[in-house]
């Protein structure tokens, strides 16, 4: 236990748990970050936040790396596309990561927050939405769709992060025809290229706490092994809700910094 000394057992365990919740949402839809971030935050406001972000980024590569190979066993991929969506985000998550030092991530709030109030009310309508693959694209077009993806929301993980996950699952799904739980592989897989490509900037710069990012690695991959059983078993349906009730989370915390901070 000297290891974590530095802490106390409320901090670690708190920590932990929102490590594992986090990770059992990522499995099953994206949008971890948006439980285990602010678990760093409300604990240790006083540190810079590159340093929580790096520390988020370790916890959160080891969790879906293990839901990615997951799914990798049980979908089929187009290994064409998918390293075209992967490709442009290592580049733009890592332009992100650089560019976290010179922006304020404040500015995107606002913006964030629209685009999830719309997102919302989309999959809301869209009954069907994702329950089967609705689009019959050209191997040509899925990857330069994807590429586009890859570079928008890429950079929006390396320079923020928190929904990235939700936010490639919703893309898949609505630009590239797949179905929420194709959608969701192939996001397990990619949000791994944007974490490793942000933590070269996070590591370089010595922006992590290593105790605390081994244990909540260690609780986020415990929760996305358990998360990535229970999306096989449940199916598509099931991955809309949990989906609908991850940005409904998103839209009421960016509403809260928007609005009351």
Known sequence: MDFFSDYSFYTLFFLAAFAFIA??????VGG??????????????QLALP????????AALSGTSIAAVQYAKRIRFNWKVLLSISLFSFIFSFLGARTMSYLDSEALKPLILIILIAIAIY???KKDLGNVATKDLSTTKKMIFGAVIGAVIGFYDGFFGPG???????????ILGF???????????????????????FISHGNYL???AILMAVFNVLGNFLGTKI???????FIRIVFLIIVMLMILRYSKEVFWT
Do not use: H, M, R, W
């Open 32 to 45: 971890g970050g948006l439980i285990q971030l602010p678990a760093l935050l409300i604990q240790f406001p």
């Open 164 to 174: 990235t996950g939700s936010f490639f699952v919703l893309a898949f799904v609505v």
């Open 179 to 201: 179905d929420f739980l194709s959608a969701s592989a192939y996001a397990k897989v990619v949000n791994c290229i944007t974490n490793i490509s942000a933590l070269l900037v």
């Open 210 to 212: 290593l105790e605390l």
């Open 123 to 125: 999959t809301f309508i």
């Open 23 to 28: 990770g059992f949402l990522d499995a099953i």
């Open 231 to 237: 999306a096989f078993k449940k199916g598509n349906g």
């Open 51 to 58: 340093t929580l972000f790096g520390t988020n980024k370790i």
